[in-house]
């Protein structure tokens, strides 16, 4: 096993040991006498400790006893004794050190010898690099800070002003007579890197309340998308949309009926909506989607989208027609194309101009309504009342019974060819776009010649930095985003799936064990948004060795104790209840709330974070992380769709209209590689042509 293997095996083995089971004191000098500890790592102990790592990663005996022995010279060279502290002799001043080692053998020692002595002591630098991500400061943050503040060759109003902070305050924070505040808890990253921690070592060592790695920070400005900026921009101005009245809500679970009924004239599979129970559900239930006992995703949609344009007829002039609250509540308003086209203008300019794929679906959902024969508006004559006296008038809408049916089909039918018409009128004319760019929050990751290097580094920051296990919370959260940012990478579903993935005890649910260290996903087609397109075949599919460990962790000692763990079979839970609100119509409808955790929630985690972990990253949800793994294959696999599709779990039709931007660039790209290897191998050949 590698050396570096050996170390991550070693950590992770003493991190899976059951704390219960454990005392905590043995475990520490353990880890202190074999591992080291760098704050307090001698260079004897660092020839030790390195020594018996070597050999047991199945090292001879003699190349150990010849790197012991450049790791000795190394000190001679320096005079430092067996018994220094390594300190930044490996870190911050290696590179001068390593400079003056080499000066200092030249004469003394062959060419060969001093090539060797040189890669050995790259060596144990890595070695040492590696000593220092394992983290084994004391659980106290005072503790921590004073072992921390001792090792330092700096004396401790020196790091005081290199961080900006009272030298009496810091020395309050060592001696544990005070904890920095919310506010300052920002410099403490600061005073790792003045003590050469590792990220983190200091800051998750304060309690939940103070620090902010676990913990939301309203005060912090963060950058936004141009999407987000012009959201909140739109948002000052207020909101507008429709609520769901008696009166609309009457009307929305017909027209919901309607939709979802497979027997009703000109019904298909294309223009009918699914229901599904609601446990089958992974996003958070609004009162439009729910109708007889059952949720329908579709109805959500669709209601979102038209009550903006209900909402718009209520405001006054010049943006909506200043109607009353109690007119404007009725979908007879679909059937009036002006008014239509009128709130699709007001849209645009709202989104700077862009006509927007949202609004070609507003469109759409608009036409599907009032279509002849499959329209729900359409077939509703009824609905004409709803109008005020005026409007009817105006449309000749007068009269009941057979009448009023003749001439409300006679208006809409002729509404839908007028809306069809500009719509098509659009497409021709206007430049139709996205409003949020997928792509912005994640480009320079994309433009990368390797875009999945990032991930994995995410993940492996994401392992490195574990919360303390008195931090309950924080631990137990720390666990189970391991697994899902993990599982997403390796198997990269969207996240509606992962929301609505089941692990049950007794090997039925979604997450199965296949074998002794061996798990699976599966999935029925009915469990997917589009069983009849892209989810038209089962998911079955393992899950990474990699992630075994960590998921038998979490299902042994967090998920037990995450909320509605007791009443719910979903893998994934929240660690807290948060600002909730009580829904009222789940309550009237099902008798109970929404269990688990939804989809926006699992991808506002992930967004938070990547912020965190990634680089000058403004956070990114878990719709990205597709698109990161689907980029980076047809960068190193140039138009190899298929492939992605099956990564995906999506139609090839999909996939090729998403990334077919990527074949001419990446085409290059293999081709410059193509160019590259045939120059190598004709200097090779020009070469033996020689000999």
Known sequence: MPLEDQLHYQFMLKESQNPADVDTKTTERQIASELGATLTMTYAS????????????????????????????WRRVHEISPDALVGKHFGTDFDDMFLRFQDGIQD???????????????????????????????????DALKLAVDASPHSLPQIARS????????????????????????????????????????????????RTRYSRTPHEKRPSTKFGQRMQRNRRKGAYAIKFTPRIATQWKDLTRF?????????????????????????????????????????????????????????PAPDGIGLALAEADTLAWLALPAHVEAHTRWMTRRADGIVHNGLMMFLGHVRSHIKPITGYVWSTPGLAKTLPDSVREELELSGDGPELKQAWQSHCSRAYERLLSFTNLLERRARIGRSRHPRERIETILQDDFPLLHLVAFAEALESTPPPIEHRRDYLSWLRDIVFVRMLISNPLRVGMYALMEYKPDNT???????PGAWGIFFEPSDFKNEAGAACQPYS???????????????????????????????????????????????????????????????????????????????????????????DHLKRNPADYVTVATLLHDTLATVMKEYAHLSASDG?????????????ELQARRGASVR
């Open 541 to 631: 599919a393992s899950v990474d060795a990699r992630v075994v460990p960590w998921l038998e962790r979490y299902l042994s000692e967090a998920r037990p104790y995450l909320i509605d763990a007791d009443v719910s079979d979903r893998l994934f839970l929240p660690t807290v209840l948060g600002p909730r609100k009580a829904k009222v119509h789940l309550a009237l409808e099902f008798g109970v709330e929404q269990q688990g955790w939804t989809a926006d929630g699992l991808s506002n985690r992930l967004k938070a974070l990547t912020r965190i972990h990634i680089p000058g990253c403004i956070g990114f949800g878990a719709h990205a992380v597709r698109h990161i793994i689907a980029t």
């Open 259 to 315: 939709k979802s009924d497979l027997t009703r004239e000109g019904a298909t599979q294309r223009n009918s909506w699914r229901v599904k129970p609601l446990e089958k559900t992974s996003f958070r239930v609004p009162p439009a989607a729910v109708c007889d006992g059952q949720v329908c995703a579709t109805a959500g949609v669709h209601f979102g989208s038209i009550a903006s344009y209900l909402g718009r007829l209520a405001l």
């Open 509 to 515: 649910g979604h997450l199965r064990r296949t074998g």
């Open 108 to 142: 003394s020692h062959a060419e060969r010898t001093r090539r060797d002595r040189a890669e050995q002591l790259l060596r144990w630098r890595t070695l040492h690099d590696q000593l220092r991500l394992l983290d084994t400061l004391p659980e106290r943050f005072s």
């Open 163 to 210: 961080i900006g902070v009272a030298a009496p305050t810091l020395r309050r924070w060592k001696l544990g007579e005070g904890l920095p505040k919310s506010v300052d808890v920002h410099v403490i990253a600061s005073l790792e890197i003045a003590l050469e921690l590792p990220k983190g070592a200091l800051v998750r060592r304060l309690p939940p309340t103070r």
């Open 668 to 680: 290059l790209r293999a081709l410059t590689s193509g160019i590259t290897q045939a120059m190598t």
């Open 46 to 73: 660092l020839t030790d400790a390195g020594r018996n790592l070597l050999s047991d990663g199945g090292m001879p005996k003699q190349q150990v006893d010849n790197l012991v022995a450049a790791l000795n010279l």
